[in-house]
Each structure stands twice: as C-alpha cells, then as structure tokens.
C-alpha cells in the first residue's frame, strides 16, 4: 500500500528526493510522514505534512535542508534532502497518519512503507 522509492548512495553535500507513492484508500484524508532509523538507533521522526499539504514540521536535525510536499492527485508524498550530511544516512521510510494533521508521534502512523536506504559518505 506505501511504495517508497530514491535512496541510494550520495557524497556528503549531495541530494536526493524520496518518493512514497500510495494508494488512495491509504491515503485518502490523512497526513503522511518520513521517518528514519540508524543502526543501533531509535526510529527517528524527519518531516510529516498534512492532508492538504497547509502544515508541514520538519524535524531540527534536518531543518533548513529537508523538504516535504506531496501531490495528491498522484497520492505521493516526498522528502526533498539536500546538504545530506553522514549523520542523515539511514533506512528512510513512509508513513500514513491516522488523521489529516501529522505530528513527530510514530504511535500516530498506522500504514508504514517497506524502507528505502539512504547512504551518505564523507
């Protein structure tokens, strides 16, 4: 239901834009959020936008360098990252919220995608 596309490999000071296409009976009405994990690490909260896209939060380790927006009429949400840093590599993934507002809460995520791996080296 959450397809999670454009990890990869990049260099430190690079970009990547990650890609979370859903169905429509996933996300229809709901806010939708990226999240991130580290090995040895607890799953990290980036960046969750709204249903309408009016309200985003951004997470302050990735503030001013990540972006999220998302095209409803292809039920596809993105995390633009730019000025990727070492620290900022992990398994990226999707995640639809139970309501329209998303929030930095992972317990507020009931459909999650499978994972995309971001790698930044130095």
């Known amino acids: 239901q959450l397809q999670a596309s454009g990890g990869g490999l990049v260099q430190a000071g690079g970009s990547l834009r990650l890609s979370c296409a859903a169905s429509?009976?996933?996300?229809?009405?709901?806010?939708m959020g990226w999240f991130r994990q580290a090995p040895g690490k607890e799953r990290e909260f980036v960046a969750a936008?709204?249903?309408?896209?009016?309200?985003?939060q951004i997470a302050d380790s990735v503030k001013g360098r990540f972006t999220i927006f998302r095209d409803n009429a292809k039920n596809t949400v993105y995390l633009q990252m730019n000025s990727l840093k070492p620290e900022d590599a992990a398994v990226y993934y999707c995640?639809?919220?139970?309501?329209?507002?998303?929030?930095?809460?992972?317990?507020?995520?009931?459909?999650w995608g499978q994972g995309t791996q971001v790698t930044v080296s130095s």
């Open positions: 995640a639809v919220a139970r309501g329209s507002v998303g929030n930095s809460d992972y317990k507020d995520y009931n459909y």
């Open positions: 429509r009976r996933t996300s229809s009405n709901n806010a």
């Open positions: 936008i709204s249903w309408r896209g009016s309200n985003t």
